[in-house]
């Protein structure tokens, strides 16, 4: 890609407020079109497999914007990209015209051997280069922004010598993609290694930030379990609340993979991102309609 991120983050469309599509959700997810702006999906669960994966793929790209965020990217890792992945990858891309794509700023493989685990990468100057190059290498294949987001991690790899922070920031700006940012991984990393998340962000690049993920956790004693199987909790909801106070995004989006409670729970929490980011961000409380002019506009632009 030639042009510098922050131009690219310009011209891409306003999805509004979304939900993960999740199996179990995807009824009540179609039947509450009109309020839900978009849905992202786990490409892994769709690449390469017709049936029923298929045909929820297809009633989801019909019903609204779709954007996808992977698991299985691995771009931490010093195995070789898999171009296999890719290639499947950036055609279910293309199939769905996902305005972006995201992946975690971790790996997931080791020697080949995928471990079904989004694992921290040491936070190193050493780490930085790699991960960048690797970045860099995969924005031009797939031809499409890519956002990484910043993971839930419960120890640190060893070789730290840079903050989370400092390490996020340095990757972003190598590598000149954009973040995903997670305000719970943000919240449940903050309490389990004790530092400020108000700080984190201040710390980071924010304008970076197209997509916000929002998701609840589960607390045992002092630490923190990022379940994504619990309601949003206030902090969360104001860690939102100050990002969105500091950048404009694209996107925010619960995250709920388990513990499904009733939809209207769900329906409730994504109304309540709805209200935070109309306090300061009007364009993303708009609606699919609004999501989507804006990204026709933009195309023809
Ligand atoms: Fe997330």
Redesign the pocket.
Known sequence: MSKQFLNIKKELPVLGIGLGLRRDLSDDTFNHSDRIDFVEIAPENYMGIGGRARDLLDQACERFPLISHGLNLSIGSTDDLNLDYLKELKALLDAANAPWWSDHLCFSSAGGVYMHDLLPMPFSKEAVSHVAERIKRVQDYVARPFLL?NISFYMHAPGCELSEAQFLSEVAEAADCGFLL?VN?VYVNAINHKYDPYKFIDEIPLDRTVQI?V?GHKQIREFIIDTHGAPVIEPVFELLAYVLERTEVKGVML?RDQNFPEFDELLLELEQLRTIAGRTQPALTKGKLGGEAAYARSLSA
Do not use: C, G, Q
Request: net charge negative; aromatic share 0%; no cysteine.
């Open positions: 987001e997670d991984n993920h998701a995250e």
